[in-house]
């Protein structure tokens, strides 16, 4: 199995299952908590989950190269935008008719948008993607979504 394969296995479970705790803390039926809070939650377990990931290899010594500042600003970017998708997901949890099972589906549309930035920003046709297996993936992914939103 290649690498980037398994990475792809792991990053879907995770965030398959930070849905659970997000529906938890923001849903009317169990904890209500303050959209602000969620942020400055998930702040935290990625500040932690950072610090650990950085010690376990080996430490800091990426905070002296000469890309650190381009690095933690897009980085910050990139977590900004997330965090804006997050806090809307966790702001659709608080109506209790949102079934998880079904926003979730919708919601991963998103990697529609991924695919379409791939191949547009960073012309990925050439380094050998297959757009047809692509456009087929991704019209059986929103046909999914649809169906489970349905």
Do not use: C, H
């Amino acid at each position: 199995m290649k690498t980037w394969v398994l990475a792809g296995l792991v990053a879907a479970l995770a965030y398959g299952v930070y849905s659970l705790p997000l529906k938890y803390l923001s849903s009317d039926r169990y904890m209500k908590a303050p959209l602000e809070l969620v942020a400055l939650g998930l702040a935290l377990g990625v500040l932690v989950t950072g610090g650990v990931f950085a010690w376990l290899r080996g430490g800091m010594p990426m905070l002296a190269t000469p890309t650190m500042w381009r690095g933690l600003l897009l980085g910050a970017a990139a977590g900004s935008i997330w965090l804006i998708g997050t806090l809307t997901v966790t702001a659709a949890f608080r109506d209790p008719a949102t079934n998880m099972s079904q926003l979730i589906p919708l919601v991963n549309a998103n990697t529609l948008v991924a695919v379409l930035g791939g191949l547009l920003v960073f012309r990925e046709l050439a380094n050998g993607a297959d757009l047809i297996k692509i456009l087929v993936g991704s019209v059986l992914m929103m046909i999914g979504g649809y169906v489970l939103s349905s």
